[in-house]
């Protein structure tokens, strides 16, 4: 997440590739590398978008001017996305792109039991060349999300995004000091291939593969002062990502895997999404609330200001999650397979 002025904006440009110095490079930029997708990125230098002025890809959404665009509502639970697309031409036949935008909605409102606010705008710029670019998500002024797509976007790389569902994923939490920032970006990047694979969108091999590939990048290195102190690239997502998998695992440990982080996710957007702002603590007591064992507030106390170090490969063990290359096999005797099973299934009711 990055703010500018008063404007609260989530970016998933520089996420899971990018290096802490670059990040801050390319914050004012539009350019994702996706390594575990392998969706391709062209050169800035080619990869112009049709919006030469930049009205369309400043640092805050265009309100006045995303309102001035020919639009379409599109109902999903819980309320309803505005699309509009800024100038520029699609490959692609519009009906298709919409769907896509069905498609990442569904998974969020399949994790959260709702989408995350009752009126969202959605603006699509169109860029030169292929793939998504890139995405940011607001709360201030109204919840919205801007993505970029290629004009020579496929139905194969849309079928493999996770940036839109990633940006939707966002709204859903309410807006933190720049301190708090791994939390926001670790909710998103935790939550976004859970939440496809809950709507039947993702294999869950492919969820713990990708979460075997990423999660180390967010162990503490030398130096580290905590999550809260500690803006680094892979601390911020990966890191964020990481507090998420440990809550989600030691509050369906401490239940009998009846509640997890699901459930105080769903009670945290019960009481705000990101167009409210909160300090973390009331947030965090929020989700606690919600799954009656307080994980939250005392994993947040242990990490916040010192580095804790994670043994992965016997956290690996413990829920049969074997390595193999790139991919994953389960081990479904492991101790707490049903554990994660119960993590990308689809909740009852």
Not at 13 to 23: E, F, G, L, T
Not at 170 to 192: C, D
Not at 327 to 336: C, G, L, M, Q
Request: glycine residues 10%; aromatic residues 6%; proline residues 6%.
């Amino acid at each position: 997440m990055v703010r500018y002025g008063a404007v609260t904006c989530a970016d998933s440009s520089a996420q899971r590739q990018i290096s802490p110095k670059s990040m801050r490079r390319h914050r004012n930029e539009i350019v994702l590398r996706t390594l575990l997708l392998g969706a391709s990125v062209l050169p800035p230098a080619i990869a112009q978008p049709s919006d030469p002025a930049g009205i369309f890809l400043g640092a805050r959404l265009p309100y006045v001017e995303f309102d001035r665009l020919a639009s379409t509502r599109m109902p999903v639970p819980g309320g309803e996305i505005v699309v509009a697309f800024a100038p520029g031409a699609l490959a692609l036949p519009r009906e298709r792109v919409l769907e896509w935008i069905r498609s990442a909605a569904t998974a969020v409102a399949t994790y959260y039991g709702r989408f995350p606010a009752s009126s969202t705008r959605l603006l699509l710029v169109p860029r030169a060349g292929g793939g998504l670019s890139g995405g940011k998500a607001w709360g201030h002024g109204g919840a919205a999300v801007r993505v970029t797509i290629g004009e020579h976007a496929t139905e194969a790389e849309l079928g493999r995004d996770w940036v839109l569902v990633h940006e939707m994923t966002h709204l859903a939490f309410p807006s933190m000091r720049e301190r708090h920032h791994w939390i926001e970006e670790g909710i998103a990047t935790y939550v976004e291939p859970i939440a496809r694979a809950q709507a039947g969108q993702l294999a869950p091999e492919t969820v713990w593969a990708e979460l075997a590939a990423g999660l180390p990048k967010g162990l503490p290195q030398a130096g580290d002062r905590g999550l809260d102190h500690t803006p680094t690239w892979g601390r911020t997502y990966w890191g964020g990502a990481l507090f998420c998998l440990l809550a989600d695992l030691e509050i369906r440990r401490r239940t009998g895997n009846r509640r997890g982080l699901q459930d105080a996710l769903r009670a945290i957007l019960a009481g705000g999404n990101m167009e409210t702002h909160s300090a973390l603590e009331p947030v965090l007591a929020l989700g606690d609330r919600a799954t009656g064992v307080p994980v939250l507030a005392e994993l947040y106390r242990e990490q916040r200001d010192k580095a804790v170090d994670v043994d992965l490969a016997g956290l690996w063990r413990r829920l049969g999650v074997r390595l193999e290359g790139r991919s994953v096999r389960f081990d479904d005797s492991a101790p707490e397979a049903e554990i994660r099973r119960a993590i990308t299934t689809r909740p009852a009711g």
